[in-house]
């Protein structure tokens, strides 16, 4: 497609729920990075993935966060045993370059739409 | 590690008038720095970054940037706002050591009245 996707739009599980998000990135980006915006808020970094390896995952809040990109294309957000403070919107980006050489951050990143997430 | 502050939450301009949106921002080495606007219900859209170079960076929708060293701000400006700049605008800097983590401002919404 021409942009990154995610799905679902809306999400809402009860307290204690396993969710699973997912994103589409631009077909062809090496790079792909989660974030999570609460209310208000700008986004925080969570995750970064280039191709299949997770090379970066200190953002991530808890281990009943995981992220996977096993092919090296679409990527999966899973939360374990939702917390009501784990409500937000989640953001998945992608971007044409990867490494870890200096050069790669030049590279802007692409967003999806986000999912709203809403734990009761 | 490197952070951002939007020293404004709101942004209120009438049509036509120019516009500024700050930013300063703070990390060890050199930063690489990014303006990305938000519409209700769509995702974070690139609108410019500075990399190296010319401090003044144009970008889209006829917005530009100035980076200053000595101040460590990247303000937003635009000569002659429009009504459909209304949005939420995220200044965004990484550090060129640590390419995973971009932090973001809180956001500056904005406004353009009529």
């Known amino acids: 497609g021409a942009g990154v996707s995610q799905s679902p739009r809306y999400k809402v599980a009860k307290r204690g729920q396993d969710v699973a998000l997912r994103c589409d990135p631009i077909?062809?980006?090496?790079?792909l990075f989660w974030y999570q915006q609460a209310l208000g808020q700008g986004p925080e970094f969570l995750t970064y993935?280039?191709?299949?390896?997770?090379?970066?995952k200190s953002g991530l809040p808890s281990d009943r966060f995981f992220a996977e990109r096993p092919e090296g294309s679409v990527s999966t957000l899973k939360i374990q045993r939702t917390q009501q403070e784990d409500s937000a919107v989640y953001l998945c980006?992608?971007?044409?370059?990867?490494?870890?050489?200096?050069?790669?951050?030049?590279?802007?990143?692409?967003f999806g739409p986000g999912t709203r997430l809403t734990v009761t | 590690a490197q952070s951002v502050a939007q020293p404004e939450d709101q942004v209120n301009v009438a049509e036509g008038n120019p516009l500024t949106v700050k930013c300063t921002y703070s990390?060890?080495?050199?930063?690489?720095l990014f303006w990305y606007v938000q519409y209700p219900n769509r995702g974070l859209q690139f609108l410019l970054k500075?990399?190296?170079?010319?401090?003044l960076v144009k970008g889209s929708y006829g917005f530009e940037a100035e980076f200053n060293k000595s101040q460590t701000s990247f303000h937003l400006k635009k000569p002659s706002a429009l009504v459909s700049d209304s949005a939420l605008y995220f200044c965004?800097?990484?550090?060129?050591?640590?390419?995973?983590?971009?932090?973001f401002g809180a956001g500056t919404r904005l406004t353009v009245k009529p």
């Open positions: 990390v060890s080495g050199n930063p690489y």
């Open positions: 965004a800097v990484r550090d060129m050591r640590n390419n995973n983590d971009m932090r």
């Open positions: 500075y990399i190296t170079g010319d401090n």
């Open positions: 980006a992608s971007s044409l370059v990867g490494g870890q050489g200096t050069t790669s951050g030049r590279y802007e990143q692409y």
């Open positions: 077909s062809g980006h090496v790079s």
């Open positions: 993935f280039q191709n299949e390896a997770q090379l970066d």
